[in-house]
């Protein structure tokens, strides 16, 4: 081989992102799921990788069909990627299925990074994405969470109260907390306010409320799954909890006020130009 440095190329310069792992539903759109949790960690200066729990024949539109991963792979995946990379941060999204999501409970037993837990029940297109049976087993996740962020049809679906007032708010984060989550963001994006979105991170006996400007669009496809990825993202960067949440929903509300006109219904737009998106990483 020969000594000439112009024959054996340039020398490589390693960068050390941090890595978080989405444990999700691939989205074959591309909107949602998977795909947007790792657009979201590539965009915020995340190495990401993916735990797949099943394969989704979906659009901006519909979800057609759903096909759930044997757990045995799921678990596969899990031990494969956590053998090998350092997984600072976890986001968890669709799972489908009771023992998909006991079974990933059991996985993140002793995990030591944190853990951001989306319970993804339905499609921003009204589709079905939970089994009726699989709500219970949540309590299980939930015990392993850093912060659970669900919507306020999920929030209702969990604890049988809307969070549509303050004191509801605070009724259903006392819930979802009992339930075992350390913290709670309540996404305001469901609830019909005077123009603006009220997203309320509740942990212990501190409530912050943040404020964004509610934006009129139906293009919307990817955002739950957008913030969460965004969180778990900011805490891989050893952001603290608020602060993590506040530059996810930054993140998320550039997505949707400058959407990808892509499909009949168009989806958020992880493209947008984000000043800082892409942080510094180490170097060595």
Partial sequence: MSDDPARRGVEATP???PYALTVAASDSGGGAGVQA???????L?????????ALTAQNTRTVDSVFTLPTAEVRAQFEAVTDDFDVRAVKVGML?????????????????????????MVSSAGDTLLDPDA??????????STLVTPNADEAETVTGVRPDSPSAVREVAAAVRERGADAVLLKG???????TVRDTLVTGDDRTVFETER?????????????????????AHGDDLTAA????????HATIASPAAVGERGSVNHLVDVEGAVPQVDRG
Avoid at 45 to 53: K, T
Avoid at 96 to 108: H, Q
Avoid at 215 to 235: E, I
Wanted: aromatic share 6%; net charge negative; charged share 20%.
């Fill in 215 to 235: 934006v009129a669009t139906a293009s919307t496809h990817g955002s739950g799954c957008t913030l969460s990825s965004a969180v778990a993202a900011r805490l």
């Fill in 37 to 43: 949790d790792l657009k979201t960690m590539t965009r």
């Fill in 96 to 120: 489908a299925t009771e023992p998909v999501v006991r079974t990933v409970a059991d996985l993140l037993d002793g995990f030591g990074g944190s853990v951001v837990v989306d319970p993804v």
């Fill in 245 to 252: 949440v506040e530059r996810g929903i930054e993140f998320t």
């Fill in 45 to 53: 200066g995340v190495y990401g990788g993916s735990v797949c729990v």
């Fill in 189 to 195: 994006g469901h609830v019909e306010t005077d123009g």
């Fill in 135 to 144: 709500i219970d087993a949540y309590d299980a996740l939930f015990e392993r």
């Fill in 15 to 17: 960068e050390r992102p």
